[in-house]
Structure formats: C-alpha cells, structure tokens
C-alpha cells in the first residue's frame, strides 16, 4: 500500500514542474508573436502582443496598411511622428517612414477616463490638442478637453481616433490632407481632422498602436578597394561580395522609388541584418527586394 504513495511523491514534482514550464511557454508565446503574413510588414515585427518594458519603451502610431489600399504604391510602413527630429511646443505632427529606433516616434496613452486618454510624446510632457482643424503640441493638461481622445486600440488592431470634443452627429477623424508622405525621414504629411467619409476615400482613417522593438543599428560602409561584406553599404550589386546582392532601398520620392522598383520605405531593414543604417542607403544582403508592379503597373500608376 506504500508503493503508490511512493509514486505520487516522486511524481508530483514532475507534474507540477511540467505545467509550470508550459505555463512559462505560453506566456513567452503571448509576448513573442508577431504577424508576418504580409512580407512587407515583417520587417517592423506588426502586431506584437505587450511585454514587459514595452510602456517604458513606449508604442509607434502607424498608419493602417493592406496591399490593396490606394496609397500602397507609396510605402507600406508609416508612423506618426514630431517633425524635424524633434518634439516642440505648439508645433504640428506629420507622417513619415517609421523607425523604430528614433524617440520622437514614441507615443504614450495618458488615460483619462473610460476609453478616453491624451496622446502624449514618449520624449517630453507635450500632448496633442485640437485646434481649428489642426492638431499642435501643447503642455499636458489632464483636465483639457481639447486634449482628449477616443477609439485607440492596441495590439496591431486598426482602429479610428477622435477629438472628444467633436460635435455629436458629425463624424471626424484624425487624418491627413492628401495620401502618406515622407519628406527625406524628417518631414511628412501633416496630420489634420476631418471628416471620416474625406478619410475613408483615400484609405488614410484606419491607424493602428504598435510596441515595435528598438534594433541596435551596426551597419557600415565597406573599408578600401575590397568588395562589400553582408550587410555593408553599396550602390549595385558589383559592390557585394560573392553571390550578395546590394538591397535597393528608395530614399528618394515615392515616384522614383516605384520608378526603379527600390523598396519605398527609405527606412526599411534589410534582410539578415540587425539595423538600420542610413535613410534611404543600400546594403549588401542575401535577398533583393522584390517590387509588387510590373513595368506595366507603373506606367499606369506614374501615368
């Protein structure tokens, strides 16, 4: 009679040891999942659940993408951003090519009440507030209306964001005035309220609030007459050494990106390397980037 309670002595351990690592694995499963259905997305890790650090880090304010949407042509991968580099007080916000590695594209969720919050810069104690149409950076103040904001999702849903203090019955949304643009990674399309049905015609009234990592940045130039390592800049392929291929990043206008078929995102990551590099340089990798338009695609488009 002995025996069995021996058993479960020695078993009980291995039982319990063994929900706690599943529980441990399905936890690091939650925090570790990204979507990378679509190609072009799966440089910026879209999607990923919450972790640890995450809201010290703060999330990237993106706007929503799907290969059929009308702007695809000019990028796929843009973010709400301080212009110049650099949050200031009474200044506007703009779209531009993400980056995770920049501070001024950080944002964080000052909840205000139920489905209500200020949308603050991660890098200084300014918040978005609603000015005749415009939205500028302003002093965070809790008990300002103007500074309230409803409909923001987290998690790589797509969601659309309001001023609190839009009238009842009239449906506007943060958006912009024409489709995405990225002025050189410093500037862009300056983001304005209007109404939802504008937005909805040029696909710019979905966004999305995304805990992107940072990436440690170690790409370089390739030293003397030597053809250029995995991951070192280059103009062509001639570059690269052996059978890499120098990847063509466009930092160049959406036109002449699509033009010579270069990745439209200037801050794109290259594949198989653990940074950034440059805006709008090219490095030598194993993979080309591969353009969605024929020739014939753009000429239509260009034309």
Not at 49 to 56: L, N, S
Not at 281 to 285: D, E, F, G, Q, R
């Given at each position: 009679m002995?025996?069995?309670?021996?058993?479960?002595?020695?078993?009980?351990?291995?039982l319990v040891?063994?929900?706690?690592?599943?529980a441990?694995v399905?936890?690091?499963?939650?925090h570790?999942t990204y979507?990378?259905a679509?190609?072009?997305?799966?440089?910026?890790?879209r999607g990923r659940?919450?972790?640890?650090?995450?809201?010290?880090l703060g999330?990237?304010w993106a706007?929503?993408?799907?290969?059929?949407?009308?702007?695809?042509?000019?990028?796929?991968?843009?973010?709400?951003?301080?212009?110049?580099q650099?949050?200031?007080?009474?200044d506007?916000?703009?779209?531009?090519n993400?980056?995770n590695n920049?501070p001024?594209?950080?944002?964080?969720w000052?909840?205000v009440?139920?489905?209500r919050?200020?949308?603050?810069?991660?890098?200084?104690n300014?918040?978005?507030?609603?000015?005749?149409?415009?939205?500028?950076?302003?002093?965070?103040?809790?008990?300002?209306d103007g500074q309230?904001f409803?409909?923001?999702?987290?998690?790589g849903?797509k969601?659309r964001?309001?001023?609190?203090?839009?009238?009842k019955?009239k449906?506007?949304c943060?958006t912009m005035l024409?489709?995405?643009?990225?002025k050189?990674?410093?500037?862009?399309e300056?983001?304005i309220?209007q109404?939802?049905s504008?937005?909805?015609?040029?696909?710019?009234?979905?966004?999305t609030?995304?805990?992107?990592?940072q990436?440690?940045?170690?790409?370089?130039?390739c030293r003397?007459g030597n053809?250029?390592?995995?991951?070192?800049?280059c103009?062509d392929?001639?570059?690269?050494?052996g059978n890499?291929?120098?990847?063509?990043?466009g930092?160049?206008g959406?036109?002449?990106?699509?033009?010579?078929?270069?990745?439209p995102d200037?801050?794109?990551?290259?594949?198989?390397c653990?940074g950034?590099?440059?805006?709008g340089?090219?490095?030598?990798?194993r993979?080309?980037?591969?353009s969605?338009y024929s020739?014939?695609?753009i000429n239509d488009?260009?034309?």
């Open positions: 002995k025996l069995p309670a021996i058993i479960s002595s020695l078993l009980l351990p291995l040891g063994a929900a706690n690592n599943s441990s399905a936890q690091t499963e939650t570790d979507d990378v679509s190609p072009h997305r799966a440089n910026n890790l659940q919450m972790a640890d650090g995450d809201e010290d999330f990237m706007l929503w993408y799907d290969d059929d949407i009308k702007w695809a042509p000019r990028g796929y991968s843009f973010c709400v951003m301080c212009r110049n650099e949050c200031k007080k009474d506007y916000v703009v779209t531009s993400c980056n920049l001024h594209y950080r944002w964080e000052v909840k009440g139920e489905g919050g200020l949308m603050k810069t991660k890098t200084k300014l918040c978005l507030e609603g000015d005749g149409g415009q939205f500028l950076l302003r002093r965070c103040d809790k008990g300002n309230h409803e409909g923001i999702e987290f998690g849903d969601f964001l309001y001023s609190s203090t839009r009238q019955g449906e506007r943060m024409h489709h995405p643009l990225s050189g990674g410093d500037d862009g300056e983001i309220d109404p939802c504008k937005a909805e015609k040029t696909d710019t009234v979905y966004w609030a995304e805990y992107r990592l990436i440690k940045d170690t790409l370089k130039r003397g053809k250029c390592e995995e991951c070192e800049e103009e392929d001639d570059d690269c050494k890499l291929v120098c990847y063509n990043r930092g160049d959406w036109r002449v990106n699509l033009k010579n078929k270069a990745d200037g801050w794109a990551q290259i594949p198989g653990p950034y590099g440059k805006y340089k090219n490095y030598c990798s993979k080309q980037y591969e969605p020739n014939k695609d488009i260009l034309n």
